[in-house]
């Protein structure tokens, strides 16, 4: 079992950037993907960002040239540095471990005020 630690929400300004980081209790690089997803009240949870084992890594369209993934394997920490953050951008951000299931961490709330 994987367990996911996230940390680095906040209230920020628009336009201004945080760096959300995600701890897992094993070895990330055994692992096949790591990525985020975000959810506001009532609404289904969106795909974010996502990086796999190679390095390869994917990103919504409404995060593109914004948002960036990056981990330190020495750490087992995956983190999305988010950049240029719009009011839209506001929600709970959740870290996921994709094994031979999702294992999913307990969400930190990001709040970009306009």
């Known amino acids: 079992q994987v367990r996911l630690v996230e940390s680095g929400g906040g209230l920020v300004q628009a336009g201004g950037s945080l760096r959300l980081s995600c701890a897992a209790s094993e070895s990330i690089s055994s692992i096949n993907a790591m990525g985020w997803y975000r959810q506001a009240p009532g609404l289904q949870r969106e795909f974010v960002a996502r990086?796999?084992?190679?390095?390869?890594?994917f990103y919504a369209d409404s995060v593109k040239g914004r948002f960036t993934l990056s981990r330190d394997n020495a750490k087992n920490t995956v983190y999305l540095h988010m950049n240029s953050l719009k009011p839209e951008d506001t929600d709970v951000y959740y870290c996921?471990?994709?094994?031979?299931?999702?294992?999913w961490g307990q969400g930190t709330q990001v709040t970009i005020s306009s």
């Open positions: 996921v471990a994709r094994t031979c299931r999702d294992y």
């Open positions: 990086i796999t084992s190679g390095g390869y890594t």
